[in-house]
């Protein structure tokens, strides 16, 4: 086969969060096996664990805490203290598990965390931020 | 069947320090050919381990160190990248390509770094603020919430192997330390300080590897094993780089025919006190979650039973990347010829090195080797 250029390759979101429009819950825009139960908020062609193709998919902003840390070096071009959270999200309306997200919030919501809450995401002034109120869904 | 034999080892010392990537790179080369009594001549290939200098660094400390013409082989697999070295120089050596090899490990971090590991802006999470310290935390707090694993259990890591590295005089950080000092250094990333965290490091260190039946003496390779990490998270509950660890040493004990408790001596990557404590359960030294309360307990330390990072470790050697994995090497080579010194473990016949590389979003880790070797003769 002669090789032609390229058309523009796509692996898809890359882990966005979406506010949502009109008060409706927020969403990560990640990616989704069409054969097994591997999702992803990373850029994603291939499925890792069998070699399916991936899909878009949209994962709700909500689910239980895996861990956290609170950042309070300095780090280059940031702001210290900031926290991160690791959130494992729930499935999307579709079906299958959702994958684990990492959240970075202020540093002072971190503090009223603990492993195994649910919590929800949603974004103030521009701003991740991540509490234990459930969102209806 | 060919056997590995570590013929000769050196290495520079370790700290900030004004010496740059040549100077560094000689030091420990030129220990290393003079302990193994040979000459570049006598090298049939050259593999280094290097995760931050300019391209072309290595190749200029090799020439001012008189090698020419033979194959360089550079490697980047994060913190692993010196181990990986030796590991490929081991199999070259196997696989009848080599006769006798050098594998050389060196970072110069001290004149470009000041802190943490700087994010790659290009990687999700670490665009997101994940230094390595943070993904680190994120495992302590998981351990400490599933296992009850405590704050003073983490930093007893800390203490043991500043104090193991008192008797180290090429260690960057030696002193003694209380558990309250070490929780009360710094806050790095929660639960972690500063103290728990490995320092920035400039060092360098080489290995001359040949086939045992060459003229020369020196401890041998059973085996030694390299892979690289799987999706993560899996739906288990496995901690960040457990997944990989625990693959790469269930090959290597295999492939050596060893038992854990046959273990006299360890070398593991304690970037962060965490690290040890996941790193040893993930080998199989301990159940999960009770490698915290064994060290404690000192089974760990320089004369308990199982002695680990007996060199200070990377959190007190110094963690210089790409030198830390043939460092590691160098000093279990040490201990099996009874050249250790003031840190000697005595008896040592058998040794295990593991490093861990990796910091690349949604995998178990980058890259990860174990190799365990045995005293000449045992």
């Avoid at chain 2, 200098?53 to 990248?81: D, H, I, K, W, Y």
């Avoid at chain 2, 780089?241 to 304690?270: M, P, Q």
């Amino acid at each position: 086969m002669v090789a032609q250029a390229h058309a523009h390759p796509s692996a898809g979101a890359d882990g966005t969060y979406h506010p949502g429009a009109d008060g409706e819950p927020g969403w990560f825009s990640g990616r989704q096996c069409s054969e097994r139960d591997y999702s992803t908020l990373a850029r994603s062609f291939v499925c890792p664990l069998c070699g399916a193709t991936m899909a878009d998919a949209r994962f709700p902003a909500s689910g239980v805490v895996w861990s956290f840390t609170v950042v309070r070096v300095r780090v280059p071009d940031r702001e210290s203290p900031y926290g991160l959270v690791y959130v494992d999200l729930d499935g999307p309306a579709g079906g299958g598990s959702g994958p684990r997200a990492l959240v970075n919030v202020p540093a002072a919501e971190v503090d009223a965390l603990t492993i195994g809450d649910r919590v929800s995401m949603h974004s103030t002034a521009g701003r991740l931020s991540i509490s234990t109120a459930e969102v209806s869904r | 069947m060919t056997r590995v034999r570590v013929q000769g080892v050196g290495t520079s010392n370790f700290g900030k320090q004004s010496l740059d990537a040549v100077d560094l790179v000689w030091a420990a080369i030129h220990e290393a050919l003079a302990d193994a009594e040979c000459t570049p001549a006598d090298i049939d290939a050259i593999f280094v381990g290097n995760v931050l200098a300019m391209p072309g660094t290595a190749q200029r400390a090799l020439l001012a160190a008189g090698f020419a013409r033979p194959p360089v082989l550079t490697l980047e697999n994060a913190c692993s990248s010196g181990t990986l070295a030796v590991h490929l120089g081991v199999q070259s050596v196997l696989r009848g390509e080599s006769r006798r090899v050098l594998a050389v490990g060196f970072e110069k971090m001290s004149d470009t770094i000041d802190g943490p590991l700087p994010p790659d802006p290009s990687d999700p999470e670490s665009a997101a603020g994940m230094i390595l310290p943070a993904i680190y935390g994120m495992t302590a707090h998981r351990y400490m919430h599933r296992y009850g694993v405590t704050a003073e259990q983490l930093a007893s890591v800390s203490v043991k192997n500043h104090r193991h590295a008192m008797a180290n005089p090429r260690a960057q950080y030696r002193g003694e330390f209380s558990v309250d000092e070490v929780l009360a250094s710094r806050p790095i990333a929660d639960p972690l300080t500063l103290l728990q965290c490995s320092p920035v490091s400039d060092g360098a260190a080489a290995v001359v590897l040949a086939a045992a039946d060459l003229d020369g003496a020196g401890p041998v390779v059973l085996s030694s094993e390299f892979e690289s990490g799987a999706a993560w998270p899996a739906r288990d509950d496995r901690v960040w780089n457990y997944e990989l660890v625990e693959r790469v040493a269930g090959r290597a004990f295999a492939r050596a025919g060893l038992s854990r408790d046959e273990v006299d001596v360890v070398e593991l990557h304690d970037a962060f006190t965490i690290g040890e404590l996941m790193t040893l359960e993930g080998m199989g030294f301990f159940a999960p979650g009770e490698a915290g309360a064994a060290t404690q307990e000192g089974v760990t330390t320089r004369g308990g039973r199982l002695p680990v990072n007996v060199s200070g470790g990377l959190l007190s050697r110094g963690h210089p990347l790409g030198a830390t994995g043939v460092a590691q090497v160098a000093e279990v080579t040490w201990q099996l010829r009874g050249l250790a010194g003031e840190r000697q473990v005595d008896g040592a016949e058998i040794a295990v090195v593991e490093t861990m590389g990796g910091n690349v979003s949604g995998l178990s880790g980058n890259g990860c080797v174990v190799m365990a070797l045995a005293r000449d003769g045992v």
